[in-house]
């Protein structure tokens, strides 16, 4: 009887995602997002030439049954803009999918298109902007267009105990969206620093320096610093 129970909330689940990303795919809630996202998937990198951009917003994506949520920041102009799936096809993927696969949130260490068999486990990805912005920065407006959809992932994805932002502006976002939930924010307000943890409501949320490759090839964050990150949420999980 628990078990049919726990399929059923999950197939629930699955759905209501599944919807939410229907919607989140249609958006045009930013201008300025949609004339660059539809700028870039025309016009391309050299390199990708001959592929077909995805050019809309990106869904989120990983296992429903998620404990841990990760929000980056937004899909890269010629990474997940391109390939329809966060953290896929650049960089920032290249440095985060070997460490989730490390942790044992992956079941590979390669994340570089859609349908190459990346098996998200026990996390779930998320953006503050889930359309490509200009130069990496969406506006404040933009991110507050955008917010509502991090808000409904958390009231969706119900098992999720650990949240790690990746980045001050996704930092700064999953603070807005947990308050906006109805979840009073600790005082001292929490201040982002790479490692930094914070008791949130139901939540432990915990800081890192984005795997940009501004931060990972100037050794602002090295793969040391990111296991470590990972191996805590780990035991976060593993104390609930
Ligand atoms: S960034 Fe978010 S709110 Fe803005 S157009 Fe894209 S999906 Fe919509």
């Known amino acids: 009887?628990?078990?049919?129970?726990?399929?059923?909330?999950?197939?629930?689940?699955?759905?209501?995602?599944?919807?939410?990303?229907?919607?989140?795919?249609?958006?045009?809630?930013?201008?300025?997002?949609?004339?660059?996202?539809?700028?870039?998937?025309?016009?391309?990198?050299?390199?990708?030439?001959?592929?077909?951009?995805?050019?809309?917003?990106?869904?989120?994506?990983?296992?429903?049954?998620?404990?841990?949520?990760?929000?980056?920041?937004?899909?890269?102009?010629?990474?997940?803009?391109?390939?329809?799936?966060?953290?896929?096809?650049?960089?920032?993927?290249?440095?985060?999918?070997?460490?989730?696969?490390?942790?044992?949130?992956?079941?590979?260490?390669?994340?570089?298109?859609?349908?190459?068999?990346l098996k998200l486990k026990d996390l779930y990805i998320v953006a503050i902007a889930h359309c490509a912005p200009p130069d990496n920065k969406p506006t404040p407006q933009e991110i507050a267009n955008c917010r509502p959809y991090l808000v409904q992932h958390l009231r969706l994805l119900k098992r999720v105990r650990v949240i790690l932002a990746l980045g001050k502006i996704a930092f700064e976002g999953v603070l807005a969206a947990l308050a906006e939930s109805g979840i009073d924010l600790p005082t001292p307000r929490p201040a982002f620093a790479h490692g930094a943890e914070y008791c949130v409501g139901r939540y432990t949320l915990i800081a890192s320096y984005h795997p940009s490759r501004q931060n990972t090839q100037t050794g602002r964050l090295t793969e040391a610093m990111f296991d470590e990150v990972f191996e805590r949420m780990r035991r976060r999980v593993r104390e609930e």
């Open 1 to 117: 009887m628990y078990e049919c129970t726990c399929i059923l909330v999950c197939l629930y689940t699955m759905n209501a995602i599944d919807q939410l990303n229907r919607t989140l795919i249609a958006c045009e809630r930013c201008p300025r997002l949609v004339a660059y996202r539809q700028r870039i998937a025309r016009e391309k990198r050299r390199a990708y030439r001959d592929e077909d951009y995805w050019g809309r917003p990106v869904p989120s994506v990983g296992d429903p049954r998620a404990r841990v949520l990760m929000v980056g920041l937004a899909p890269g102009a010629h990474g997940a803009n391109r390939t329809g799936r966060l953290f896929t096809g650049d960089g920032s993927g290249d440095f985060l999918t070997p460490a989730l696969y490390r942790a044992g949130f992956a079941n590979q260490p390669t994340s570089t298109h859609l349908g190459d068999g």
